[in-house]
């Protein structure tokens, strides 16, 4: 009893909190930036963006039984053995037609001594490839078969009995290049009435299997993930030719069927590979079409005797490696993780629209790049169509509504499965603190601040000499400190903030863990570049502040002397008064831009001229990161490692920053100075490995 009253009195706290947080957050919205920009940030923050709709398969009857001739180099070749069951097999190939092959896939079938009139009419599909055996050789020996006859770089084997849905391929063979260390890939396979029949298998110990989330929702967080598996049923899968052929193909101990693949993906692995389930590829499959499911008899019969086969061959590997048959099938699934780590934000990182997601999205990557089992969801709990999509598809178990449900409830569902949990943002981990120390009492807490947001704000306050602005500083001070006391890590992103903590709460294990950014090198040279460019989302007041006073202050300055010199403003979420610079000669405003590298590569110089904030700031970074020198002020490049003259020029006043960059918009030598200095500043303390070590660090910790 005195259990269930304090846990009630836990979630109680947690929603009055939240609550008051998210009422004072509003309250200084309005009185920084007005009604508009505060009602478009509530609008975003608890209705999202809309999430991408399914895409609908096109009724396979209605497409033409004619594929297109691949006369060039082909990228898959598509495996599909057949015997008998004719109107499956058509069904299957108008699946593809529909689903789009391309010109750079070739379907090959591979008829086994049909017993019906597949032999003559599969022969008159034009630009189909036809073979048949001389005689029954089964399943196995059909996709030797047919392998050998393959030209693609990729193999893909594909039962007859499936029909496959739209992007299902590209999805599969993009599972390489997304996850260059995968060695066979497969399909999320779904059953005609639309239950899941399987996200990956399973291998226990014993040499049983199971096809995990048989029967469950195939939207489902928990299977909608690119993931790790032990095997994938051979009914969809894909695997560079050229390993498939070294790793001899198909076992033919287990003809004429069943383990085969099995056994096929535990070669993978001791070739040094991963197998991998990819989602996004679904293939719907009639399941015991061809062989029946009576494991008493038939063809079926064969996967009994044969799970003794593969139990003989790979016994060792088994009891070391792979979970016991009692296990739960949620840990089963992901036995082979590093750590299971959560991690939570206010919202889904969107790194096309600020630097915080950029950080936060290359921090999942390591994870998962680190061999952990990730989760996340974001504190409103909004699917974010294809940024949610994204961390699925990076690796990262992704929890959004409906799903998500109430977030105390989940969290007394699911804590006691972690050993880390990260949070971030001072606003985000005070009310659930409690919550995860009650259901997640293993997991070590960090908090990461992402910036020190009193900081932030004190430097704003003082900008502003806004006394009430200074109180609210003070606030988020006494709260920011309050955290660090009771989680076991702290993260910061500069050694400016790590040293500033030191003295204030001394006993306080504190980390750099800084902005990431791969380095692209260099781009084009100063000669074929022009003009400045402010990056920079103006959700965040310091990036109006530094865009109208560029624009008003710094370069009219610079055009007095150089006309010909304009400046592109990028970033969403604009308020009136930076749009309405646009209408100034030498200014364009570009709003929201997903990609921005023909911008970066255009510009001859990135112009940061922050006069408050705190932190690192990622468009500086994300420019050193292309091969673009920075202008900037002290505030801007503050616990970066830069010097000026080095790998970056720094002046604090408009007056000096207009003359800084007129001496150097046409100084070829600094230019080409200051690109090398910042491409190797990045290199040397933004790298994903300078993160790398941190996690490193504390994986070792964990339980």
């Not at 063809?299 to 792979?322: D, G, I, S, T």
């Not at 949070?423 to 985000?428: L, T, W």
């Not at 624009?551 to 979420?573: K, M, N, T, W």
Request: charged letters at 25%.
């Amino acid at each position: 009893m005195r259990r269930r009253l304090a846990d009630a009195l836990l979630v109680l706290r947690y929603h009055l909190l939240h609550g008051l947080d998210l009422g004072r957050r509003g309250l200084r919205s309005l009185r920084q930036r007005g009604l508009a920009a505060t009602l478009a940030a509530a609008r975003r923050r608890f209705l999202g963006g809309p999430a991408a709709a399914p895409e609908d398969a096109a009724p396979v009857a209605e497409a033409p039984l004619c594929f297109p001739h691949a006369a060039g180099p082909l990228r898959a070749s598509i495996v599909i053995p057949v015997h008998g069951k004719l109107d499956f097999t058509l069904a299957c190939l108008r699946s593809l037609i529909a689903a789009g092959l391309g010109d750079e896939a070739e379907v090959i079938v591979v008829d086994d001594a049909s017993p019906d009139a597949s032999g003559e009419v599969l022969p008159r599909i034009p630009g189909l490839r036809y073979h048949r055996n001389r005689e029954n050789l089964g399943f196995v020996g059909s996709c030797n078969a047919g392998a050998a006859l393959a030209r693609g770089d990729y193999l893909v084997f594909l039962n007859n009995d499936t029909t496959v849905r739209p992007g299902w391929l590209t999805a599969l063979l993009a599972t390489f290049e997304q996850h260059p260390d995968t060695g066979l890939a497969g399909a999320l396979l779904v059953y005609p009435d639309g239950r899941l029949q399987e996200s990956g298998g399973i291998v226990f110990s014993d040499g049983s299997g199971w096809n995990y989330g048989r029967f469950e929702d195939p939207q489902h967080p928990a299977y909608t993930f690119v993931r790790e598996a032990d095997y994938c049923s051979g009914a969809a899968i894909a695997l560079p030719r050229a390993l498939f052929e070294g790793l001899g193909g198909f076992d033919e101990r287990y003809a004429p069927a069943y383990y085969e693949d099995t056994d096929l993906a535990m070669k993978v692995r001791e070739a040094g590979l991963k197998v991998r389930v990819q989602p996004a590829a679904v293939v719907v499959h009639h399941e015991g079409v061809t062989a029946g499911t009576d494991t008493a008899s038939g063809v079926k019969a064969y996967q009994v005797r044969n799970q003794q086969r593969f139990l003989e061959r790979w016994r060792e590997v088994l009891q070391r490696r792979h979970p016991s048959p009692t296990q739960a099938p949620h840990y089963a699934a992901q036995h082979r993780a590093r750590a299971r780590v959560l991690v939570i934000d206010a919202t889904t990182p969107m790194p096309d629209r600020d630097s915080g997601s950029v950080r936060l999205f290359e921090l999942l990557r390591l994870l998962v790049e680190e061999g952990c089992a990730v989760s996340f969801f974001p504190e409103n709990g909004l699917d974010d169509g294809p940024y949610t999509q994204a961390l699925r598809g990076l690796g990262v178990e992704a929890w959004t509504q409906p799903w998500l449900g109430s977030v105390p409830d989940w969290l007394a569902k699911h804590g006691a499965r972690f050993q880390l949990i990260i949070v971030s943002r001072h606003y985000v981990l005070s009310p659930l603190l409690p919550l995860l120390r009650r259901h997640a009492p293993q997991a070590r807490i960090v908090f990461d601040t992402v910036d020190l947001h009193h900081l932030r704000e004190l430097r704003e306050a003082e900008e502003r000499r806004d006394p009430v602005l200074k109180r609210h500083a003070e606030r988020t001070r006494e709260a920011e400190l309050a955290l660090m006391r009771s989680v076991d890590r702290t993260w910061v992103v500069s050694p400016v903030e790590q040293a500033l903590l030191a003295k204030e709460l001394p006993q306080a294990r504190v980390d750099v863990v800084s902005n990431i950014h791969r380095v692209r090198g260099r781009g084009p040279g100063m000669a074929a570049r022009s003009g400045l460019l402010f990056v920079g989302g103006y959700r965040h007041p310091p990036n109006v502040d530094a865009a109208l006073w560029l624009a008003c202050e710094i370069l009219p300055r610079l055009r007095a002397v150089r006309p010909d010199i304009h400046l592109s403003l990028v970033g969403s979420e604009a308020p009136p008064e930076v749009l309405a610079l646009g209408e100034r000669d030498g200014i364009r405003v570009h709003g929201h831009v997903p990609d921005l590298v023909p911008l970066l590569d255009a510009h001859r110089f990135s112009v940061a001229p922050l006069r408050y904030g705190a932190g690192v700031k990622g468009k500086v970074n994300q420019a050193l990161a292309h091969g673009l020198p920075v202008v900037a002020t002290s505030c801007a490049v503050e616990g970066m490692g830069l010097s000026h003259g080095v790998d970056v020029l720094v002046a604090d006043d408009a007056e000096s920053f207009a003359a800084t960059l007129l001496a150097a918009y046409e100084d070829e030598p600094l230019w080409e100075r200051l690109v090398a200095g910042g491409l190797a500043n990045t290199e040397r303390e933004f790298s994903p490995e300078r993160a790398r070590q941190t996690l490193r660090a504390i994986f070792s910790e964990l339980r």
